[in-house]
T-cell receptor, first 113, second 116 residues
Framework: GDSVTQMEGPVTLSEEAFLTINCTYT??????LFWYVQYPGEGLQLLLK?????DKGSNKGFEATYRKETTSFHLEKGSVQVSDSAVYFC????????????FGKGTKLSVKP | GAVVSQHPSWVICKSGTSVKIECRSL??????MFWYRQFPKQSLMLMAT?????????EQGVEKDKFLINHASLTLSTLTVTSAHPEDSSFYIC????????????FGPGTRLTVL
């Protein structure tokens, strides 16, 4: 079945460091791909998405490119801030599904000043 | 906005009792709501999909008689954990999808259930 694998955390970075969180997927067809963020004490929020190959999703300085050839959707940010500390989830939604999402395990990011 | 609330945010109960968790879409109508379960350091696992006015669709391995889902209105879905046991202790998260929207889901903050 469909699945998402993302790098294990926690990830600890200093402010202004470069961030990469790897995400790869297994799916039939061409799923839509998402990154969600969960700040402490809050619900998951959609960070960015891409619906077809080579699309780049971007938001708040974060980017991820849908790579069909490597079945990947890695999250990147050039310069992280303390306020980016959160748990990040990679997810996919299959074309034929009822709209439910399949999530990776989440990666906790801590940014130190 | 698109705000989803859950109540309670945390609950502790004795083994054998039932617990009801509410999921509300505060500023939009949601034909479809989803219930997830999250174990520590694990991903969110979909438990069931509920559509307003009809029976919920449960994922394989989820006991529908144990996890009762009711979606009686376009803004409220409830999950009742019946005869709870310690192994039911978990973080339960709901999400809601706007009526006539196929794409984005909006998530509640989650409910931490601890069964003693």
């Amino acid at each position: 079945g469909d699945s998402v694998t993302q790098m294990e955390g926690p990830v600890t970075l200093s402010e202004e460091a470069f961030l990469t969180i790897n995400c790869t997927y297994t799916a039939t067809g061409y799923p839509s791909l998402f990154w969600y963020v969960q700040y402490p004490g809050e619900g998951l929020q959609l960070l960015l998405k891409a619906t077809k190959a080579d699309d780049k999703g971007s938001n708040k300085g974060f980017e991820a490119t849908y790579r069909k050839e490597t079945t990947s959707f890695h999250l990147e940010k050039g310069s992280v801030q303390v306020s980016d500390s959160a748990v990040y989830f990679c997810a996919l939604k299959g074309r034929g599904s009822q709209g439910n999402l399949i999530f990776g395990k989440g990666t906790k990011l801590s940014v130190k000043p | 906005g698109a705000v989803v609330s859950q109540h309670p945010s945390w609950v502790i109960c004795k083994s054998g009792t039932s617990v009801k968790i509410e999921c509300r879409s505060l500023d939009f109508q949601a034909t479809t709501m989803f219930w997830y379960r999250q174990f520590p350091k694990q991903s969110l696992m979909l438990m069931a999909t509920s559509n307003e006015g009809s029976k919920a669709t449960y994922e394989q391995g989820v006991e529908k008689d144990k996890f009762l889902i009711n979606h009686a209105s376009l803004t409220l879905s409830t999950l009742t954990v019946t005869s709870a046991h310690p192994e039911d202790s978990s973080f339960y998260i709901c999400s809601a999808r706007k009526t006539r929207s196929y794409n984005e889901q909006f998530f509640g903050p989650g409910t931490r259930l601890t069964v003693l």
